[in-house]
């Protein structure tokens, strides 16, 4: 039997065979809400890439929102300054216009308040990585 908690720990682990099994014997885990942040947000928030690649492999959700922040995953990786999973996300349907607002915010300094959060400047390169990959929101 599996649970969402051993989603969290394969994700932590970044154990993608784990994952797959997990996700192969119960589908819906992929987008529970059961704990926050839903797991896709957890695996960029833990900046695990191959947990990404596995939970968009089985159907992530890119518009569910985390309960708490009320933020997507394309949001989480722009927080968190996770630029490289900016065009992976995008590339399987992540919103790019919803996505330059936030770093934009991020860029002028809309973040700083949150001491844990990176600075402005990596705001800045993702907001020109998004100008890259079409958008000039």
């Avoid at 890439?49 to 159907?59: C, E, T």
């Avoid at 929102?65 to 997507?72: L, N, P, Q, S």
């Avoid at 991020?106 to 079409?134: C, H, K, M, N």
């Amino acid at each position: 039997m599996c649970c969402t908690e051993d989603l969290y720990k394969a994700i932590e682990a970044d154990d993608v065979d784990r994952i797959e099994r997990l996700l192969t014997m119960r589908p819906g885990l992929v987008n529970s809400v059961e704990q926050a942040p839903p797991p896709m947000h957890w695996a960029i928030y833990q900046d695990k890439r191959r947990a990404v690649r596995a939970l968009l492999n089985h159907g992530a959700d890119l518009a569910l929102r985390d309960r708490d922040r009320d933020a997507t995953p394309l949001d989480y990786a722009i927080v968190y300054a996770r630029a490289e999973l900016v065009p992976l996300l995008v590339s399987h349907g992540a919103d790019l216009n919803d996505g330059m607002r936030v770093a934009l915010k991020g860029a002028s300094g809309g973040f700083e308040e949150y001491t844990e959060l990176p600075d402005r400047r990596q705001y800045e390169d993702i907001v020109e990585l998004f100008r890259q990959l079409g958008t000039d929101a």
